[in-house]
């Protein structure tokens, strides 16, 4: 295995991401050779996140041309063919195999591919224990024209996003992230994008396409922002012209790159050295209160924020009750959490009670959920 090191540099990741550190030869680094049989070094159940663009198979017959006779740059590379659907078929489980096995519990897989091959792909994915968990469309903005007129044009291509396994649990979706990033609206599973052109197409020393598969930087971003977290190692079988770890290395993601040809590898270093990585103040996400870390009410009162013998109200200041020393509130005879006691004055089974206890102070009853979220700000400012 060769590894192009100048391609390594990250830049700076959030305090606290730590990856297996039998991974640290391997990090932000392009391998030159089979992913397959490199796959097999990295240590097991090491990796957050795969995104794989694997050969379509195209199984294109003799060259396309365009109605004035003009050839299309269609992709007729050898890696793009196989000899058959069967090898096909092994090649592809043989590469889902190996990416499974580097999959944390809590990891997933992200793998692109057009009609030629995706569905394929989907088979070959249930058939071997991962779980569907979403398919997205890529609507291109820009599709190239299917000149013969027989067809419709192919405007999209499909991705679907898998767990390692019909029950795991913790896997990473930033949804409001993926909300913020749409207007506060649910991110929908069809995302529209251009084709990638213009400054951003690579071109090689005879200003040809320097990779003719080269996904845009905002699809894999979407893709990373969606699924992974800063500090997170995220693996690419399939390196191409770099994308994924261009991506990663703005994001503050690690990266692992496998690429066969040589002269891709190198073009993808060159081109992720001269990524400037966002700052790590940049790196923060919106987060949904189910996924924050747990804070007790308790724990507001030890540090102060709130004092025993407070007194805690309902928004309209129907209810009260005395905070006392332990984090239980006391109201008319009864005592109980913060839940208990917010449902017992309601004759509720169940309350809320960081949304239905306020505190009244010079601005006047605010919940006292906002203490919270001051305790979870001062704990990751240490």
């Known amino acids: 295995m060769r590894s192009l090191a100048k391609a390594a540099a990250a830049g700076p990741l959030p305090a606290g991401a730590s990856p297996d550190p039998d991974l640290a030869p391997h990090l932000d680094r392009i391998h030159v050779g089979d992913c397959i049989a490199e796959l097999s070094r990295l240590p097991e159940k090491s990796v957050d996140l795969v995104f794989a663009d694997p050969p379509y198979n195209l199984q294109l017959e003799g060259a396309l041309h365009r109605p004035d006779n003009s050839r299309v740059d269609a992709v007729d590379d050898d890696w793009d063919k196989f000899a058959s659907f069967a090898d096909y078929d092994a090649f592809t489980r043989a590469w889902l195999l190996a990416c499974r096995r580097v999959l944390k519990p809590t990891g997933t897989l992200w793998v692109i591919g057009s009609y030629h091959n995706i569905f394929r792909v989907g088979t070959a994915l249930q058939d071997l224990g991962f779980w569907v968990l979403n398919d997205c469309i890529w609507r291109k903005t820009n599709p190239m024209p299917n000149f013969r007129g027989r067809r419709f044009t192919n405007a999209h291509e499909t991705l679907i996003w898998a767990s390692r396994d019909e029950n795991a649990k913790g896997y990473t979706f930033n949804y409001e992230a993926m909300k913020s990033l749409n207007d506060g609206v649910q ?3 069809d995302w529209l994008f251009p084709l990638c052109t213009g400054a951003e197409r690579l071109k090689d020393e005879n200003g040809d396409k320097a990779h ?20 997170d190692v995220v693996v690419d079988p399939f390196f191409g012209s770099g994308t994924t770890g261009a991506v990663a290395k703005r994001l503050g993601r690690h990266f692992i790159g496998f690429e066969r040809e040589t002269s891709y590898a190198r073009i993808a270093g060159e081109r992720i050295a001269a990524v400037e990585p966002a700052p790590a103040q940049a790196l923060e996400m919106a987060m949904s209160k189910r996924a924050a870390p747990r804070v007790a009410f308790g724990a507001l009162v030890e540090c102060g924020l709130i004092e025993p013998g407070t007194t805690l109200s309902d928004k309209r200041g129907r209810h009260s009750a005395i905070v006392r020393v332990d984090g239980t509130l006391e109201t008319g005879g009864f ?16 309350c809320n009670g960081w949304t239905f206890w306020h505190l009244e102070d010079a601005a006047g009853r605010k919940p006292i959920d906002d203490l919270r979220e001051v305790f979870r700000a001062r704990a990751a400012a240490g």
């Not at 005592?335 to 169940?350: M, P, R, T, W, Y």
């Open 212 to 231: 003719p598969t080269q996904k845009p930087e905002a699809l894999l971003a979407r893709v990373l922002l969606a699924s992974s977290k800063p500090g």
């Open 335 to 350: 005592a109980g959490s913060i839940h208990k006691a917010g449902a017992h004055v309601q004759g509720l089974e169940a």
């Open 187 to 189: 991110m929908r599973s």
